[in-house]
């Protein structure tokens, strides 16, 4: 069963600042990864997704690496902004036949403060 | 990537009602999937819609609880009977496209 962890659950940064946020995942087999963002009582924005065969992907202030034999994910945030505060999920897709269900991490909430 | 509409995106619901969640999609799909949220937790796949066809529910969830339609490829709903403080939650419908998957706006449900 492929479980998900988000490390660290909390982080708190000051404007400006870049930082990186760490998913790892148990079942290394897995079909791709995304990243999302999540206001509170909101939906999901999707951020990035990286397929199993890619390294890594880039948008604008906002990069994710794979390391699919060791089971982790990073995003990297740089520059911080306050509007940047939301809570960020890692979740995996799982190869394999009929699964498609995506099982995600409990997420990282960042604060960034002007 | 997919726009999906979902609604209501908020509603407060006395314990015994049932409330339909709908969600649709700007382009067909084939499945459609319905998540729940607790409140600080992470999300929780309910089940899984395919057109024509009985939903797929993952283990712990059952049909008499949140039946679930799937009339065409752009649209669903999932209905939340015989409610309970328990099942305050936000809701959340998702499509699988090219680039990933999106989600809908969510529901965010309170039962008093």
């Known amino acids: 069963k492929q479980e998900v962890t988000q490390i660290p659950a909390a982080l708190s940064v000051p404007e400006g600042e870049n930082l990186v946020l760490n998913c790892s995942f148990t079942d290394s087999a897995i079909y791709n990864l995304q990243w999302f963002r999540q206001d509170p009582g909101k939906g999901l924005t999707s951020l990035l997704l990286i397929q199993s065969s890619q390294r890594e992907q880039t948008s604008g202030r906002l990069n994710a690496s794979l390391d699919k034999s060791s089971g982790r994910s990073t995003l990297y945030i740089a520059a911080s902004q306050p509007g940047d505060s939301a809570t960020y999920l890692c979740?995996?897709?799982?190869?394999?036949?009929?699964?498609?269900?995506?099982?995600f991490g409990k997420g990282t909430l960042l604060t960034v403060n002007p | 990537s997919a726009v999906i509409s979902q609604k209501p995106s908020r509603d407060i619901c006395q314990r015994g009602t049932s409330l339909t969640i709908q969600c649709q999609v700007d382009?067909?799909?084939?499945?459609m999937f319905w998540y729940r949220q607790q409140p600080g937790q992470s999300l929780t796949l309910i089940a899984t819609?395919?057109?024509?066809?009985?939903?797929?529910?993952e283990s712990g969830f059952v049909i008499d609880k949140f039946p679930i339609s799937r009339p065409n490829l752009t649209f669903s709903t999932l209905t939340v009977s015989n409610m309970s403080p328990e099942d305050s939650s936000i809701y959340l419908c998702?499509?699988?496209?090219?680039?990933?998957?999106?989600f809908g706006s969510g529901t965010r449900l309170t039962v008093v």
């Open positions: 998702s499509v699988e496209h090219l680039y990933g998957y999106t």
């Open positions: 979740a995996v897709r799982t190869s394999g036949g009929s699964n498609y269900k995506l099982t």
């Open positions: 819609a395919n057109q024509g066809s009985e939903a797929t529910y």
């Open positions: 382009s067909q799909v084939t499945m």
